[in-house]
């Protein structure tokens, strides 16, 4: 999530253990040569890919193919700062920018500028650049922009995370007829607002107000005042206390677990993972955005409509909606460290990576013996979410390479 100290607040791409997030088209340079148009015709499909929960696409800037997110998290259309320097853009106004980490990046108005969205050929201005730096460097990728809530409010969206693509329609003439439930929200600025209920498992039921974060890849954020307030360190067990996301601003750690049951709107999601924050976790330590997130990890599990004028979203089950809920199993942290290398960024003592030997500042070479990159990670991670998966893995340290086994199991 990201907040902007100089304008409307707004969040974006918190990375759960950061995943990459990898441009997902590769076709020729003529991808971007269609004539950018206002109004296209409706509905259109834009073809998605989802990474780490995160909805990624491409759209162009001239004859240049940009990777973009999609976060209703983000009141303003952004470009990544590094990106729009290298294209020429011209900044205005400098800012500061923070959001789930403990710190603050730069920031700067755009004053005129836009991308268009390839295929459908619609111009989206782009008011603000933030450097996302704290986002993506570690693990070696490019996030070049997100399309934010000016984007999403203009029409209903749809995201189809089960086929891959995003609609858009018209909201004029959209009449739903599906099998989803309605759930109402409330807005604030740029922010979906719903109401929600966490169920205990000393059965309990605690009511709080949550914003819905396309843009966060994590299931359930709870923010520091919602936790003491419901002294729910001692009620939500067993947690692990390692970094939960990466956000504008840096890493933040977080208390993860699981609660018994997430009801909203009549939706009930059981035994989701919620991170639960306290100090030095950005807007999470503060209740000044509700009481927490409601994030992809838990929007994925359908097929979300967006309607900012009737102020609804819909959920709609698919084939993939009762996924069960995982975390790492593992208990290792991996970054990319630019080449063909991996190193190990956090380590859980109690875990099986811990208790393997693995430590921090180790250098991966191979995982089962075979060599790692950067496109290892993802697919590492979603392994290391299941249980009983045994993994040698072969790090070097102090000049000396050794394997280090273990087997997963789950930690919370």
Not at 113 to 120: A, E
Not at 196 to 206: K, N, P, S, T
Not at 364 to 386: N, Q, Y
Request: proline fraction near 6%; glycine fraction near 10%.
């Amino acid at each position: 999530m990201i907040t902007q100290r100089t304008f409307v607040r707004a969040s974006a791409v918190v990375a759960a253990l950061a995943a990459p997030l990898l441009h997902a088209q590769t076709r020729a340079l003529s991808y971007c040569s269609a004539p950018a148009a206002r109004r296209p015709s409706l509905p259109a499909v834009i073809p998605i890919e989802i990474r780490n929960n995160h909805v990624t696409f491409t759209v162009c800037r001239g004859d240049k193919k940009l990777t973009f997110v999609l976060d209703t998290g983000a009141g303003n259309s952004i470009f990544d700062m590094e990106t729009a320097k290298s294209m020429g853009v011209v900044l205005g106004a400098p800012g500061r920018a923070n959001g789930g980490g403990a710190g603050t990046v730069p920031m700067a108005q755009v004053p005129h500028d836009s991308v268009y969205i390839p295929g459908i050929s619609l111009t989206v201005p782009i008011s603000t650049a933030i450097d996302f730096r704290s986002i993506t460097g570690p693990e070696g990728s490019t996030l070049e922009g997100i399309l934010g809530a000016d984007f999403i409010a203009r029409y209903i969206v749809a995201l189809d995370y089960r086929n891959s693509e995003m609609r858009l329609y018209d909201r004029n003439a959209f009449t739903y007829s599906g099998s989803g439930t309605t759930v109402p929200f409330t807005l604030r600025g740029a922010f979906i607002f719903v109401s929600a209920e966490l169920g205990l498992a000393d059965g309990a039921r605690v009511p709080g107000t949550f914003v819905v974060d396309v843009g966060s890849s994590l299931p359930l954020a709870l923010a520091k005042p919602f936790v003491e307030a419901n002294n729910l360190r001692s009620r939500v067990g067993p947690t692990v206390h390692r970094p939960s996301g990466r956000g504008v601003g840096g890493t933040s750690v977080a208390d993860i677990g699981r609660v018994e049951t997430l009801n909203l709107g009549g939706v009930e999601i059981k035994r989701p993972i919620a991170h639960l924050y306290g100090d030095s976790a950005g807007v999470f330590s503060s209740s000044n955005l509700g009481d927490g997130n409601i994030g992809a990890d838990i929007l994925r599990r359908y097929t979300v409509y967006l309607d900012y004028r009737a102020r609804t979203m819909i959920l709609e089950p698919h084939a993939g909606t009762a996924e069960p809920f995982e975390a790492d199993m593992s208990g290792v942290q991996l970054v990319a460290a630019g080449g063909p290398r991996l190193t190990v960024e956090f380590v859980l003592p109690a875990s099986p990576a811990g208790e393997a030997g693995l430590m921090k500042g180790d250098t991966v070479v191979a995982i089962d013996g075979e060599p790692v990159s950067s496109a290892t990670l993802e697919p590492f991670r979603k392994r290391m979410r299941t249980a009983n998966e045994r993994v040698a893995i072969t790090i070097r340290r102090d000049g000396t390479e050794r394997v280090l086994a273990f087997v997963t199991r789950r930690l919370v």
